[in-house]
């Protein structure tokens, strides 16, 4: 009797196109990457993509390296001892005077604009590019978030 209704059961099931919900993970979404904006350079403003995970530190006037006499901002974002920074530098308007920005760098280039890439204690990896006239952009990273600065480089924008 018990076979009979076990067999009855599989075919009330089957014949009525219901089927058998199957057992599986729905994946949890990751969170999205967070969009901000840097002011600075008077109406110049960039836009960019903080890598998810990254929470939101200090602000600072200072740059590792840059001269003082350039008006400068960076942002901190962190999870545990990883940081990473994005800023901007005011005031620089032709690349002959960029270049001259960071002793010990090396000159690069990013989308076509002049850039500069230097280290500094902790090899922290620090990447700045002329984005237009007025206005430079800063991205450094601790090493286990340098494969970032690539990353965010990209996303940058106009704001």
């Known amino acids: 009797m018990r ?5 009855a059961l599989v ?11 199957e057992s599986r993970a729905v994946p949890s979404p990751s969170p999205e990457p967070a969009r901000a904006t ?13 890598p998810a995970g990254l929470k ?15 008006e400068a901002q960076s942002v901190a974002f962190g999870s545990g001892d990883d940081t990473l920074w994005i800023g901007v530098v005011c005031g620089v308007h032709s690349a002959q005077r960029f270049v ?13 604009r002049p850039a500069l890439r230097w280290n500094t204690r902790g090899s922290v ?6 984005d237009r006239p007025g206005l430079a952009v800063y991205i450094a990273a601790t090493p286990d978030l340098a494969d970032q600065i690539a990353t965010v480089a990209s996303t940058i924008g106009a704001g």
């Open 125 to 130: 990896r620090h990447f700045l590019w002329l």
């Open 3 to 7: 076979r009979l209704a076990v067999v």
């Open 100 to 112: 001259t920005l960071i002793r010990d760098s090396r000159l690069s280039t990013h989308e076509g």
């Open 56 to 70: 939101r530190g200090d602000t600072t006037p200072r740059i590792p390296g840059l001269s003082s006499r350039y």
């Open 11 to 21: 075919f009330a099931l089957g014949g009525c196109g219901t089927a058998v919900p």
């Open 38 to 50: 840097v002011l600075g350079c008077g109406e110049q403003r960039i836009t960019y993509t903080v």
